[in-house]
C-alpha cells in the first residue's frame, strides 16, 4: 500500500464529465447566438417554446438511452418501442379508454418491450446492438402489420396540456423534461442502483464478483429505457393527435447521439444526464435554426454526423495515453 | 472447524479442475494453499467464493451445509473474497468500490437513498487501519497504483465483517514494503479471531504467516501440513512432485 | 456415418454451414407451398439479381467483423448513397459513364478509409464510429442532390444491372460471382486470410507475432468501402438514376447476413460460403413474400427474429442443440 507520493495525478474534478457539459454549454449560447443574429424569429418566445415541444421526446428518451449506454449496452429499437406503444395507446383511445387507464397501459407496454431487450442481452446473451436490431426490425413489422400504411388519426388530446400547457408562466413541457431528469439523476447518483449501474458498466464480470445482479441491473436498465419510450409515445399522441407512419424513425440516433455529444462514455461506465440534455438542446437548436435561416433541414444530419465524429476524436485524443483493449 | 469442503470435484467439459478436494480451516487460522500453476488454486477458491458451483462434494459453514449459488450468498454466510484481478470498478471513487454491493442506505419516504457521509466516513476509517493512503477519496481507482488498489479491495473485504477472508496471491503484485503491511494485516485478522484462507505461491510469505499449508497438485489436494512443523524444502517437493518421484524410485 | 459427424463436430463453420444449407432448403419449400409463382423458371433469375448489392455489402461486412476489434461497419449504406450522388453529378457534368463510375468506386475506398482511420488510429468504438459516418455520409447525399434523383445515365450502362447472359443477371455472374470467389479464396488459401482471422482471434497475440493488426484492419474497412462503391455502381445501373437513399437500410441487412452467415460478432469466426448461403436464404425469403403479396412487414419480421436466433446463447442456439444431439460430450 503506497504512501501519497505517487507520482501519477490524482482525478481530482467531481465530475469527469463537467467539461464536456461546460463545452457544450458554450456551444449552444454560441449557436444561439449566431442563429438570432441570422433570423429574428429565433430568439422569440413562441419559437423557444415551440423548439422545447419538439424536443420533448427526443429529450425523454435521450434520458433512459444515457441510462442504457452507462450500464454498457445499446438500444437502436426505441422507435420501434414508441411505435408500437403509440398503436397500442391509440387503439386504446378509439376503443373509449379513458387517459387513466391508457396511460399506464403505453407506459406498461413501452416497459414490457424494453425488458424483452433485457431478456435478450441477459439470457439468451446475444449481443445489444444484434439484439436491439432485431428487435427493431421485429417492432416495425408490427407496426406495419397492424395500422399498414394508414394513420390512426383523431385522437383525444387529453393529455396534451403536458405538453402545450402552461404552469405559473413556464412552459409544461419544460417541467416534463425537468421532472424526468431530475429523477434520473436521482437514480444514478443517490440510489444504489446508479452504482450498480455504473458498476456493471465499467467491468460487468467484476461488478458480478462482487455480488451485484448483474442480469437483473441491465434488464431493469433496458426496461426504463422502453418505460421513457411508452411515455415519449403518450406525449407524442397528446402533441399530434395522431399516430403517423413515420413516429420514432430518428428517435434512436438522435438519442444515441445526444447521449455521446453530451460526455457519455461508450464502453459504459459513466456519463451524464446533464449531457445529454444539453446535446438533446443543441442538436434541436441547431435543426431549428436551420429552418429559420432557410438551411435544408437535410443538412442536420451532416452536421449531426461531423459533431458525433468530433466528439469522438476528441474523446480518443484525451484518451490516448490510456491502454486500450486492443 | 470453521470451514469444511468434503469431496469437491468441479469439471469443466472435459477438464477436471477439483478432483475429490477435501479442504478444512479452523477458527482463527491463517490456512496457505499453494500449489504449481494449474493444480486448482483458484478454482477452489471461487468455489468457496461462491463464483463456482461444485458439480460434487458438500461444503459446510460453521458445521451447517450450505450451497452457494452466486458470490452474494457466499458473503451472507461469511465469507469475503479478494480476487488476484481486485475486481475493482476502475471508473468509480475509493467508496463507491468498497461498498458496491453493500452501500449504505438513508431511506426517505421508504425510498433507500445513498447514504453518501456514512460511507466516506467509514471508508476513511477503513484505510485508516490499513494505513493506506490515497490522494483523495474521489479519485477513481483506476489512477491510483497497485499497492493502492491493493488496498481497496482489502478494505472491501473488511467492511464485509466476515469470519472468513480469502486472498488470492494478495503479494503478487506488490513492493517489499507493501508486502509486508499486507502481511501484518493478515496476522492481524487472526488476531481478530477472523480466518484467513491465502493462496501464494511465495513460500516465504507462507511460512511467515501461516498456521497450516495446503497443497494442491493436478486438482488434488496432496498434502496438509502443520507451518511449525514442515521446512520449505518438503512444501516446494510436494508442489513439484519430486517427493513422489522420489518416493517412486526408492 | 461416423466419419461425417466426426467431421461435423469437429467443424462448427462446417455444422454452421450445413444448418444454413437445410435453413435455405426449408425458406424454399415454405415459399413455393406460400406462392404458386415461386417455382417458375422466370423466378430464379429474378431472386439472383436482388443478390449483387446486398451481397457485396454482405461480404465486405463479413470481413470486418472476421478481423475483430470488435468491427462492424454500420455506413455502408451510406456509402452507397454517397457513391452514387458522386457519380450522377460527374455523369452530369458530362464525363462518360463508366470513368465516372470508377472514380466513384475511388471515393468508396476514400470513404472506407476514414472509417478505417477513426476505428483503428483513433480507436473510436467501430459502432460508434461508423454511426458517425453514416449520419455524416448519408446526410451529405441527402443535402448535396436535396432529396431528387439523378438521372441521365444513358441506356448501356443499364447492360451491368438489368442485362442477362445465359439467362443470369449481368450483375451476378461478373462481379458478384467472381467477388466472392476471390475474397473465399483469399480467406482460407492465402497468408492475408490467414493474419485476418488471426487478428479475429487474439489482436495482442497477432500484434505479437508480428502482424500489423491497424494495417489489417483499416484494408478490410477500405475493402468495405470499395464493394459498397461496386454496390452503388450495380445500383445505378440498374434503376439507371442515382437515389441519395439508394444505400438506406441496407447496412442492417449486411450485418444481418454477415451475423446469420456465422460469422462471429467478435471476430475470428465465420466465412464467405455462410454469407453467401445467408443472402440466398434473406432474398429467397423477400422475393416469396413479396409474390405471393405478404406484406413487407412479415419479411421485416422474420429477419429480424432470423437475426436473434442465429446470434443466441453465444453461437447458435441451434447449433448447441445440434450439437449435444449429437451426443458430443466435450
Known amino acids: ?326 | 472447524m470453521l470451514f469444511e469442503m468434503t469431496g469437491i470435484t468441479k469439471r469443466f467439459g472435459g477438464l477436471v479442475a477439483l478432483d475429490r478436494v477435501d479442504f478444512s480451516v479452523r477458527e482463527a487460522e491463517v490456512m496457505a494453499i499453494v500449489g504449481d500453476n494449474g493444480a486448482g488454486k483458484s478454482t477452489l477458491i471461487k468455489t468457496m467464493s461462491g463464483a463456482h458451483a461444485p458439480d460434487d462434494g458438500v461444503i459446510r459453514m460453521a458445521g451447517e451445509a450450505v450451497r452457494f449459488r452466486s458470490p452474494q450468498d457466499a458473503w451472507k454466510s461469511g465469507i469475503a473474497t479478494i480476487y488476484q484481478e481486485l475486481a475493482l470498478a476502475g471508473k468509480m471513487t475509493v467508496a463507491d468500490n468498497i461498498f458496491l454491493g453493500r452501500e449504505i442506505k438513508r431511506p426517505i419516504l421508504g425510498i433507500p437513498f445513498l447514504d453518501r457521509a456514512a460511507m466516506r466516513k467509514r471508508t476513511a476509517e477503513l484505510l485508516n487501519q490499513l494505513d493506506v493512503h490515497v490522494p483523495s477519496l474521489d479519485s477513481w481507482v483506476e489512477t491510483m497504483s497497485g499497492g493502492q488498489r491493493q488496498g481497496v479491495a482489502i478494505a472491501r473485504a473488511l467492511n464485509m465483517d466476515a469470519r472468513l477472508i480469502i486472498m488470492d496471491e494478495p503479494t503478487a503484485a506488490l513492493a517489499v514494503a507493501e508486502v509486508r503491511k499486507v502481511l501484518d494485516f493478515v496476522t492481524r485478522l487472526r488476531g481478530q479471531g477472523k480466518s484467513v484462507v491465502l493462496i501464494s505461491h511465495n513460500i516465504q510469505d507462507v511460512f511467515a504467516v501461516s498456521d497450516r499449508i495446503s497443497v494442491m497438485r493436478h486438482g488434488r489436494r496432496i498434502a496438509v501440513r502443520e507451518t511449525r512443523t514442515t521446512t520449505p524444502e518438503e512444501i516446494i517437493g510436494l508442489i513439484t512432485g519430486a517427493s513422489e518421484v522420489r518416493a517412486a524410485a526408492s | 456415418m461416423d466419419a461425417l459427424m466426426g467431421r461435423l463436430r469437429g467443424d462448427p463453420l462446417r455444422t454452421r454451414l450445413m444448418v444454413l444449407l437445410g435453413l435455405w432448403l426449408v425458406a424454399l419449400v415454405a415459399m413455393s407451398l406460400v406462392s404458386p409463382y415461386f417455382l417458375q423458371a422466370r423466378t430464379v433469375p429474378y431472386l439472383l439479381q436482388y443478390v449483387p448489392i446486398l451481397g457485396l455489402l454482405g461480404l465486405g461486412q463479413t470481413l470486418v467483423i472476421l478481423a475483430g476489434g470488435p468491427g462492424i461497419d454500420l455506413s455502408v449504406g451510406s456509402i452507397v448513397s454517397l457513391v452514387g450522388v458522386f457519380v450522377g453529378a460527374l455523369v452530369t457534368a458530362g464525363i462518360g459513364v463508366w470513368p465516372a463510375s470508377a472514380a466513384g468506386i475511388a471515393l468508396g475506398a476514400g470513404l472506407g478509409f476514414i472509417n478505417g482511420f477513426l476505428v483503428n488510429v483513433l480507436r473510436i468504438p467501430s459502432l460508434m464510429a461508423t454511426l458517425a459516418t453514416m449520419f455524416a455520409f448519408g446526410g451529405l447525399a441527402l443535402a448535396t442532390t436535396q432529396g431528387r434523383p439523378i438521372g441521365g445515365f444513358p441506356p448501356e450502362f443499364g447492360w451491368l444491372g438489368q442485362g442477362t447472359t445465359l439467362g443470369m443477371p449481368n450483375a451476378f455472374l461478373f462481379v458478384l460471382l467472381p467477388v466472392a470467389v476471390v475474397l473465399h479464396v483469399m480467406l482460407t488459401r492465402t497468408v492475408i486470410g490467414r493474419h485476418i482471422v488471426a487478428c479475429g482471434n487474439d489482436d495482442r497475440a497477432a500484434h505479437l507475432a508480428g502482424l500489423n493488426v491497424t494495417r489489417v484492419r483499416v484494408g478490410l474497412y477500405v475493402l468495405s468501402g470499395v464493394l459498397s462503391g461496386i454496390g452503388s455502381v450495380i445500383s445505378m445501373s440498374w434503376f439507371l438514376a442515382a437515389r441519395p437513399d439508394a444505400g438506406k437500410g441496407m447496412e442492417l441487412l449486411a450485418v444481418t447476413i454477415a451475423v446469420l452467415g456465422g460469422t462471429h460478432i467478435f471476430g475470428g469466426t465465420g466465412g464467405i460460403p455462410g454469407t453467401i448461403v445467408a443472402i440466398l436464404i434473406v432474398t429467397t425469403l423477400q422475393i416469396g413474400l413479396q409474390l405471393a403479396n405478404i406484406s413487407a412487414a412479415w419479411q421485416l419480421g422474420l429477419i429480424g427474429v432470423l437475426l436473434i436466433a442465429s446470434v443466441s446463447s453465444s453461437g447458435g442456439f441451434k447449433l448447441g442443440l445440434f450439437r449435444r444431439s449429437l451426443g458430443a460430450g466435450a
Open chain 1, 1 to 326: 500500500m503506497a504512501e501519497a507520493t505517487d507520482p501519477r495525478p490524482a482525478f481530482r474534478v467531481a465530475s469527469p464529465t463537467a467539461t464536456r457539459e461546460l463545452v457544450l454549454f458554450i456551444a449552444i449560447v454560441v449557436v444561439g447566438a449566431g442563429f438570432s443574429l441570422a433570423s429574428p424569429y429565433f430568439l422569440t418566445v413562441g419559437n423557444l417554446v415551440q423548439t422545447l415541444r419538439a424536443a420533448l421526446e427526443l429529450a425523454i428518451v435521450s434520458a433512459g438511452m444515457t441510462l442504457v449506454i452507462i450500464m454498457g449496452g445499446i438500444d437502436v429499437s426505441v422507435g420501434g418501442i414508441m411505435a408500437v406503444s403509440a398503436i397500442l395507446i391509440g387503439k386504446s383511445y378509439q376503443a373509449g379508454l379513458s387517459s387513466w387507464v391508457v396511460a399506464p397501459i403505453g407506459l406498461l407496454s413501452g416497459a414490457a418491450l424494453g425488458a424483452w431487450n433485457g431478456f435478450l442481452t441477459t439470457k439468451l446473451r446475444v449481443p445489444p446492438i444484434i439484439a436491439t436490431l432485431g428487435s427493431m426490425y421485429i417492432f416495425s413489422a408490427i407496426m406495419f402489420l397492424v395500422i399498414g400504411g394508414a394513420w390512426i388519426s383523431g385522437l383525444p388530446g387529453t393529455l396534451s396540456p403536458l405538453v402545450n400547457g402552461w404552469v405559473v408562466g413556464i412552459p409544461a413541457s419544460l417541467l416534463v423534461i425537468l421532472a424526468v431528469y431530475g429523477i434520473g439523476w436521482v437514480l444514478l447518483r443517490q440510489l444504489p442502483y446508479g452504482r450498480h449501474l455504473h458498476a456493471v458498466g465499467c467491468d460487468e464480470r467484476s461488478a458480478g464478483l462482487v455480488g451485484i445482479n448483474v442480469d437483473r441491473t441491465k434488464i431493469a436498465a433496458y426496461s426504463i429505457l422502453g418505460l421513457l419510450a411508452g411515455f415519449a409515445a403518450l406525449l407524442y399522441v397528446a402533441r399530434l393527435r395522431n399516430v403517423e407512419i413515420n413516429i420514432g424513425t430518428t428517435v434512436a440516433l438522435e438519442a444515441i447521439a445526444a447521449t455521446i455529444l453530451g460526455g457519455t462514455s461508450i464502453r459504459g461506465g459513466f456519463g451524464s444526464l446533464l449531457g445529454t440534455l444539453l446535446g438533446v438542446v443543441f442538436i434541436r437548436i441547431i435543426q431549428n435554426g436551420l429552418v429559420l435561416i432557410g438551411v435544408s433541414s437535410l443538412w442536420e444530419t451532416v452536421i449531426i454526423g461531423g459533431l458525433l465524429i468530433t466528439v469522438l476524436t476528441a474523446d480518443a485524443w484525451r484518451n490516448r495515453n490510456n491502454p486500450r483493449i486492443a
